[in-house]
């Protein structure tokens, strides 16, 4: 571990819970082993984000569209974040057919480095793939990364880890 880690300082700022940790420390301790890498994990992402998809129209009901589909995904995105809980602090960019979600690093609940501790020399995140499934399962839209995997920013002292997505067409019930 980095010696700047320290675990009790992460679970009181980020507000983190046992299952935070856990599943941080969990993806993190099975990359620094060698068995985990970023596309291994976008493989075994895709369907995890359509069992929670599954999850919240169980638990909340259908999907209900409202408005464009910006509204859909913002919704969508509340969803996310209100359930699953993986970060606090995140804004949302609509471009041209596109979706560039920026969220706060410091605010992340999932992170392998700085939750789970682990060194690793670039980004494990699950999100970019585990959220574009679970829109695209929910709200049935196809969404396609744009940004391979997460690039880091800083935007007025603040580091956030961005990343993309191209939206597509709408995927038919099934």
Do not use: W
Not at 131 to 141: A, C, D, M, V
Request: net charge positive.
């Amino acid at each position: 571990m980095a010696p700047e880690f320290n675990l009790r300082e992460e679970i009181k700022k980020r507000d983190l819970n046992i299952f935070h940790v856990f599943i941080a420390s969990l993806l993190g301790q099975l990359a620094e082993r060698g068995t985990l890498n970023i596309g291994f994990l976008n493989m075994i992402l895709r369907p995890i984000g359509e069992k929670i998809a599954e999850y919240l129209t169980v638990v909340i009901g259908p999907f209900s569209k409202m408005g464009d589909i910006k509204e859909n995904i913002k919704k969508s995105i509340e969803e996310i974040v209100s359930y699953l809980d993986p970060f606090k602090e995140y804004s949302l960019g609509f471009v041209q057919n596109g979706l560039i979600i920026q969220i706060n690093a410091d605010t992340c609940k999932f992170c392998p480095k700085r939750v789970g501790g682990a060194e690793l020399p670039r980004s494990l995140c699950p999100f970019p793939v585990l959220i574009g499934e679970i829109i695209s399962n929910r709200i049935k839209l196809k969404l396609e990364p744009i940004i391979p995997g997460v690039r880091r920013r800083k935007i007025n002292e603040k580091t956030y880890c961005v990343f993309g997505y191209r939206i597509g067409e709408i995927k038919e019930e099934s």
